[in-house]
Nanobody
Framework: QVQLVESGGGLVQAGGSLRLSCAAS????????MGWFRQAPGKEREFVAA????????AYTDSVQGRFTISRDNAKNKVYLQMNSLKPEDTAVYYC?????????????????WGQGTQVTVSS
């Protein structure tokens, strides 16, 4: 089992930045890939970014490419999402997820463990 706890959400003005963190526990962190998803009110949960087990490979959805950066620190059992140039349409609950797949996973169904989520609100 893997437990995930997100932090770092909040209210920010458009153009601002936030850094989300996800702390993992329960298994050797470096054995699984990680991802960030988000869910806006009335919408489905969608893929945002993913990183493989070593941190050498990453993937992003088109709408955040060049603005968001996913990274991980296997020594600290943490994954991060640096979000820059935030837009009102980035407003959502952001979820950290872990998968037993070691390579990059971009589909919600590929993930086995989920955090409780952290709210990000971007005002215009």
């Amino acid at each position: 089992q893997v437990q995930l706890v997100e932090s770092g959400g909040g209210l920010v003005q458009a153009g601002g930045s936030l850094r989300l963190s996800c702390a993992a526990s329960g298994r050797t962190f470096s054995t699984y890939a990680m991802g960030w998803f988000r869910q806006a009110p009335g919408k489905e949960r969608e893929f945002v970014a993913a990183i493989n087990w070593s941190g050498a490979g990453t993937a992003y959805t088109d709408s955040v490419q060049g603005r968001f950066t996913i990274s991980r620190d296997n020594a600290k059992n943490k994954v991060y999402l640096q979000m820059n140039s935030l837009k009102p349409e980035d407003t959502a609950v952001y979820y950290c997820a872990a998968t037993d797949i070691r390579d990059i996973a971009t589909k919600k169904a590929e993930y086995d463990y989920w955090g409780q989520g952290t709210q990000v609100t971007v005002s215009s």
